[in-house]
């Protein structure tokens, strides 16, 4: 069974910066596929956060998270990262590594995503 495996998070004071970053237990799922990271508040619906198509060349966020984060893959590396700064306390969530092959799902969570992580959570205190 193939698994997502992140890494990144912790604890962080509001304005800070953590990078997450995502790599498939058997790298012969991340080429072709679109890579997206979702994130999960206690009491709210998991929610789309930023997507990357499968060469790098096209990317979208979040409206809550434009300007802050920034998503980027390395395919030699088999590994996408999620750099996210000037955090919030409103940031604070479970994050998830997502992959799909079709990188249009890759924007909500109840579509068809091949692959999820196992989730990393990121704290935001004020």
């Known amino acids: 069974q193939v698994q997502l495996v992140e890494s990144g998070g912790g604890l962080v004071q509001a304005g800070g910066s953590l990078r997450l970053s995502c790599t498939p237990s058997?790298?012969?799922?991340?080429?072709?596929?679109?890579m997206g990271w979702f994130r999960q508040a206690p009491g709210k619906e998991r929610e789309f956060v930023a997507r990357?198509?499968?060469?790098?060349?096209?990317?979208s966020y979040a409206d809550s998270v434009k300007g802050r984060f920034t998503i980027s893959r390395d395919n030699a590396q088999k590994t996408v990262h999620l750099q996210m700064n000037s955090l919030k306390p409103e940031d604070t969530a479970v994050y998830y590594c997502a992959a799909a092959q079709r990188y249009g799902n890759l924007v909500d969570a109840r579509k068809d995503i091949d692959y999820w992580g196992q989730g990393t959570q990121v704290t935001v205190f004020s």
């Open positions: 990357i198509n499968w060469t790098g060349g096209s990317t």
């Open positions: 058997e790298g012969t799922i991340f080429n072709n596929y679109g």
